[in-house]
């Protein structure tokens, strides 16, 4: 297949990268969206609605909300575990809701505490609700491609889960390699069932992100989502890395002729920042090296 012109990245950094992280304050969780902002990139998952006793690095959510304001051109999307969590993003003006469930019963247990069934009857509430005040759900399904716990997933489960998830009223759906367990192969066996009308959420805890991006783009993947440093990774399964890094995947798209729309030096600044809020380098191999049109200074 031949490659798009254009894809849409998803920045999940503010979030997924944060929320296993030392709390950072409100004002610097601000200065990096609005760094990320001015990057380019025009989709970014800003917080999470969650407990602050559960995730206190995603405590001050509406406070986020707040400081940054409408944006013009940019969803500011929320990640929202119920509906209590999803009263309380609508509430505070975000543009999107993301909601998760996993294929893999184990894990869902684990993550959200209810079962498949009882998940998929949550978020078709948590739509039914944002549908009310215009706002779209994207469901986020984890262990696409595998779960630490069961092991392989059918992808004719996933297919139908996603089936589900549509069914009960999300505007899009997003596969997740949780913890990082997609190879090309299972990627293509996947979207072969549910189709390219997906988003793809890679993780690098096997060093697969990129490749399976780039299966993902071959196979009319359109979507993905990305974190700047490469940060985040799952809680609930041992060794799960973080994230795909938004600038390694801009690199690689860049060079591929394929547009983001981002800026790849406004995002290392970004990145630099990122390292700077969190008090560690960052994993991201490009934010070490540059992009390869960086020439070395002798």
Same mark, same amino acid.
């Given at each position: 297949m031949a490659l798009p012109p254009s894809v849409t990245l998803r920045e999940v950094g503010p979030r997924?990268?944060?929320?296993a992280e030392a709390p950072v304050p409100v004002a610097g969780r601000v200065a =990096?969206?609005? *760094?990320?902002v001015a990057a380019g990139l025009r989709h970014?998952?800003? @917080? +999470?609605?969650?407990?602050?006793?559960?995730?206190?690095?995603?405590?001050?959510a509406a406070e986020v909300i707040a400081a940054l304001g409408p944006l013009p051109g940019v969803t500011r999307t929320a990640l929202v575990p119920n509906r209590?969590?999803?009263? =309380?993003?609508? *509430?505070?003006?975000?543009?999107?809701?993301?909601?998760?469930?996993? @294929? +893999?019963?184990?894990?869902?247990?684990?993550?959200?505490?209810?079962?498949?069934?009882?998940?998929?009857?949550?978020?078709?509430?948590v739509c039914a609700l944002a549908r009310g005040d215009g706002v779209r759900v994207d469901a986020v399904v984890s262990c696409a491609f595998g779960s630490p716990y069961e092991g392989d997933v059918d992808p004719a489960d996933v297919g139908a889960l996603c089936h589900r998830l549509r069914e009960g009223g999300a505007a899009s759906i997003t596969l997740a390699d949780t913890?990082?367990?997609?190879?090309?192969?299972r990627v293509d066996e996947v979207l072969a069932v549910t189709g390219p009308d997906v988003a793809l959420h890679l993780h690098e805890s096997r060093g697969t992100g990129l490749v399976n991006l780039y299966a993902g783009l071959l196979a009319g993947v359109r979507r993905f989502d990305t974190s700047v440093g490469g940060l985040g990774g799952s809680p609930f399964a041992a060794g799960a890395a973080g994230n795909v890094a938004t600038e390694e995947a801009v690199a690689l798209l860049d060079d591929?002729?394929?547009?983001?729309?981002?800026?790849i030096e406004a995002l290392l600044a970004?990145?630099?920042?990122?390292?700077?809020?969190?008090g560690h380098p960052v994993p991201s191999r490009v934010a070490r090296a540059g992009p390869r049109t960086r020439l070395a200074t002798p």
């Open positions: 997924d990268g944060l929320q =990096l969206v609005e *760094a990320l970014v998952e800003v @917080v +999470s609605f969650v407990s602050p006793k559960a995730v206190p690095a995603m405590a001050g209590r969590g999803a009263e =309380l993003a609508l *509430a505070a003006g975000v543009d999107e809701l993301t909601v998760t469930i996993a @294929v +893999s019963p184990t894990y869902n247990e684990r993550n959200v505490k209810m079962t498949i069934d009882e998940s998929a009857s949550a978020i078709a509430g913890t990082g367990m997609a190879t090309p192969r591929l002729g394929v547009a983001t729309g981002v800026d970004a990145a630099a920042l990122v390292e700077d809020l969190v």
